[in-house]
């Protein structure tokens, strides 16, 4: 059994909203004008909404998310589901925003994988396990950063909901060196970097052929 990350508990009103600050990276990292796109693990939809593609579909296992999600817009398809089961296709554009740890590593990336259709893209923003020296060190810039961003947000009143109280948790996550061995077998030539603020980031481009 994994252990649970540990982390820092700021004061509420440091508190925000870490995957709200990698949302619009991600989108810039989409191509223009794509046909199809699939958002894993929706959530709220936020994310979803902001695809710009001709048909954008979204997807989450909890039925409570998707029932608000669906309230915010019917410009997306939103389903209930099981991504690792669900009928679905593939898609130009595929996304997972702070989801796939909710999946096991191996069959949820080998998942998003095969819903890219060749040609397409597949970008992820997850969190991952501190269990290395470099991730150690990585906390001794992220901790104060973190406090600091939460601080200015908060004096400008532009501070995130941190986590909406219905939307399943999980304390677990995998380690970087977990997720590149699993990359390199499943979505060779993957960009991963290590960010800020306990996230991970991942960039592929699926092959013509695939």
């Known amino acids: 059994m994994r252990e649970k990350p540990r982390r820092l508990e700021l004061p509420e009103i440091l508190r925000w909203d870490h995957n709200a600050w990698y949302r619009r990276w991600l ?3 989409l191509p223009s004008r794509a046909g199809s796109a699939l958002d894993v693990g929706c959530g709220l939809g936020a994310l ?3 695809i710009e593609a001709r048909e954008v579909t979204a997807i989450d296992a909890s039925a409570r998310m998707i029932e608000r ?11 209930h589901g099981d991504v690792l089961t669900c009928e679905l296709g593939r898609f130009d554009v595929v996304t997972a925003e702070a989801s796939l740890h909710h999946l096991p590593l191996l069959e949820g990336l080998t998942r998003l994988a095969g819903l890219t259709a060749p040609g397409g893209t597949l970008v ?4 991952y396990r501190a269990a290395t020296w470099a991730d150690r060190a990585m906390e001794l810039v992220t901790l104060p950063a973190n406090a600091l961003v939460g601080l200015g947000k908060f004096l ?5 909901q941190p986590h909406d109280p219905e939307m399943p948790v999980v304390t677990t996550a995998p380690t970087l060196p977990e997720i590149r061995a699993a ?3 499943i979505v ?5 970097r290590r960010r800020l603020f306990w996230r991970w980031s991942l960039v592929w481009h699926a092959p013509e052929f695939h």
Request: hydrophobic share 40%.
């Open 27 to 29: 989108l810039r990292q």
């Open 183 to 185: 990359a390199a077998g």
């Open 188 to 192: 060779p030539g993957a960009r991963i």
């Open 124 to 127: 992820v923003v997850g969190l």
């Open 156 to 160: 400008r009143g532009s501070r995130e």
């Open 69 to 79: 999600a669906s309230a915010t817009s019917d410009e997306v398809r939103w389903i």
């Open 48 to 50: 979803a909404r902001s």
